[in-house]
């Protein structure tokens, strides 16, 4: 229960997020995997020159050269591992079901995690996000914010990925709007608030929280910059 009341805090705080901002679910896959390790920005600007190459679709990342792809992402840093890692997608997507994402996305919500699983550089966070924002699945996306924030609330003391997944997904509504609400506001407060430092005094939950109360958020932690 207290998992879904940080949730309308936090909507009530920060409004609306609208993730995932993209026009296509081949742009959410490619966002998925090029944000690994890097910041939102620079995966924009990969995105804009793969679409300016007219790339943005799993028949042209098939077809173009490794080569080539990588200099087109080069923006998002990484880029040769990531171009070899959407180059697995695409190559798994014809290979298994003709390249076609309905195909794929089709299928029930734990065949569908395990396939993306099986493809070599889609790890559980990238899976997940995957099936919630580009196949609206009920998969709730558990990254570093989320660990560090509810640790830090005390409302979880499990670092392993599946059953901080688990304790969301039994505590929230089966709702696939609100599962992505919830992760961009996450990470919302985690850029904004929960950073290492945490810039308690200004953050929403400092009242419900573990951490702030332990340490007198008023008075030892929390300058806004
Ligand atoms: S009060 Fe501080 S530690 Fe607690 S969630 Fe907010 S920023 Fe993080």
Not at 54 to 74: S, V
Not at 140 to 164: A, C
């Amino acid at each position: 229960m207290k998992i879904h009341t940080i949730y309308k805090i936090l909507l009530n705080h920060f409004g609306k997020q609208f993730w995932w901002p993209a026009e296509t679910k081949f742009e959410i896959i490619t966002g998925a995997i090029l944000t690994q390790q890097t910041s939102w920005k620079n995966v924009e600007i990969a995105i804009r020159r793969l679409k300016i190459h007219k790339k943005l679709t799993p028949k042209a990342i098939y077809e173009i050269p490794l080569p080539e792809l990588e200099e087109i992402i080069k923006p998002s840093g990484f880029y040769k591992i990531k171009a070899r890692r959407l180059k697995n997608f695409v190559n798994f997507l014809f290979e298994n079901y003709d390249g076609d994402l309905n195909k794929l996305s089709s299928l029930d919500e734990s065949l569908l995690r395990k396939q993306l699983l099986s493809v070599n550089g889609i790890g559980k966070e990238t899976a997940d996000a995957i099936m919630l924002y580009a196949f609206d699945k009920l998969s709730f996306v558990v990254d570093g914010y989320t660990i560090r924030i509810f640790s830090r609330l005390g409302l979880i003391n499990e670092i392993g990925y599946e059953r901080v997944k688990r304790i969301f997904e039994t505590n929230l509504p089966k709702n696939v709007e609100i599962y992505k609400e919830y992760h961009a506001l996450i990470v919302e407060l985690g850029k904004n608030f929960c950073r290492k430092i945490p810039k308690c005094l200004y953050c929403p939950l400092k009242k419900r929280c573990k951490y702030a109360n332990n340490y007198d958020a008023t008075k030892k932690i929390g300058k806004k910059n």
